[in-house]
T-cell receptor
């Protein structure tokens, strides 16, 4: 049962343009969502998070949007840079009940010049 | 401030041998989490520990796998009598508290021959 889904395995974007990565979840008890970035042979690096009481959180070039009614979140990267090329994982948590992150399968982003 | 440290980075074992994976959390972090990533999949939660206590082991296989986080020293994930299906990347994460962001180590890549 895949509770967190990233339906696009890959995305290719030109440098300077916007990258939009999507994530859907099925469990309405999730109350915290995170995005991690992962390079090959390295561990995931925390990027940005959002609580379910918010619908947007911004940090520099990264913005996460949460639509609770649709059980959907997205990560926007503007402008995209070649160094952003990596695999991006969406993760969900239900704090106060459990502390295990539920990860999606990842989206591989390639930013080309 | 050093990040989460894991060793070894690569581990090769033959079927039937034991594998020991170590994780030293970030300074000031007393919560440790282990995740496993199979090829082409997302990370799957295995176990959550605090010092000397297992809090949640719902993701651990019932046999051959065990974890500990002693009062002194790193957290250890132990796999007895390894099989080929145990080949994966094993990631450790740590956080200062149970509702705080988890930060990941570089992982240990286990190969079972």
């Amino acid at each position: 049962d895949q509770q967190v889904k990233q339906n696009s395995p890959s995305l290719s974007v030109q440098e300077g343009r916007i990258s939009i990565l999507n994530c859907d979840y099925t469990n309405s008890m999730f109350d915290y969502f995170l995005w991690y970035k992962k390079y090959p042979a390295e561990g995931p690096t925390f990027l940005i998070s959002i609580s379910s009481i918010k619908d947007k959180n911004e940090d520099g070039r990264f913005t996460v949007f949460l639509n609770k009614s649709a059980k959907h979140l997205s990560l926007h990267i503007v402008p995209s840079q070649p160094g952003d090329s990596a695999v991006y994982f969406c993760a969900a948590d239900y704090r106060g009940i459990a502390d295990k992150l539920i990860f999606g399968t990842g989206t591989r982003l390639q930013v080309f010049p | 401030n050093a990040g989460v440290m894991q060793n070894p980075r690569h581990l090769v074992r033959r079927r039937g041998q034991e594998a020991r994976l170590r994780c030293s959390p970030m300074k000031g972090h007393s919560h440790v989490y282990w995740y496993r990533q199979l090829p082409e999949e997302g990370l799957k939660f295995m176990v959550y520990l605090q010092k000397e206590n297992i809090i949640d082991e719902s993701g651990m296989p019932k046999e051959r796998f065990s974890a500990e986080f002693p009062k002194e020293g790193p957290s250890i994930l132990r796999i007895q009598q390894v099989v080929r299906g145990d080949s994966a990347a094993y990631f450790c994460a740590s956080s200062p508290g149970h509702t705080d962001t988890q930060y990941f180590g570089p992982g240990t890549r286990l190969t079972v021959l």
